[in-house]
């Protein structure tokens, strides 16, 4: 089965700069599209940027200029830069990747698969 690790969130400075990383582990048979998404405390998560496989870009309108993604398909990971952080930046961060995994001697279903989540925090 996937599994998906997160790590580079933090408490950081407004101005300040993060850069987030999830590798994707275990059979993999193909990943499609990865992404990051966040959820702040009493909202709903929303999608921050997306990646496909021949690295067409996505961004919500509150990363476009800010953040960059990009993804290492040798190692299954994927990045997320973030400068010039705001305190509503603040959030935890979550990446997915549409992939599947090989199921036996075959590749499974392609869906969703989600990582655990990376708190960021930007305050003075």
């Known amino acids: 089965q996937g599994q998906l690790v997160e790590s580079g969130g933090g408490l950081v400075q407004p101005g300040g700069s993060l850069r987030l990383s999830c590798a994707a582990s275990?059979?993999?048979?193909?990943?499609?599209?990865m992404g990051w998404y966040r959820q702040a405390p009493g909202k709903q998560r929303e999608l921050v940027a997306t990646i496909t496989s021949d690295r067409a870009t996505n961004y919500a309108d509150s990363a476009k200029g800010r953040f960059t993604i990009s993804r290492d398909n040798a190692k299954n990971t994927v990045y997320l830069q973030m400068n010039s952080l705001k305190p509503e930046d603040t959030a935890v961060y979550y990446c997915?990747?549409?992939?599947?995994?090989?199921?036996?001697?075959?590749?499974?279903?392609?869906?969703?698969?989600w990582g655990q989540g990376t708190q960021v925090t930007v305050s003075s």
């Open positions: 275990g059979r993999i048979f193909s990943i499609y599209s």
């Open positions: 997915k990747i549409v992939g599947q995994y090989w199921s036996g001697s075959y590749p499974g279903d392609r869906r969703d698969y």
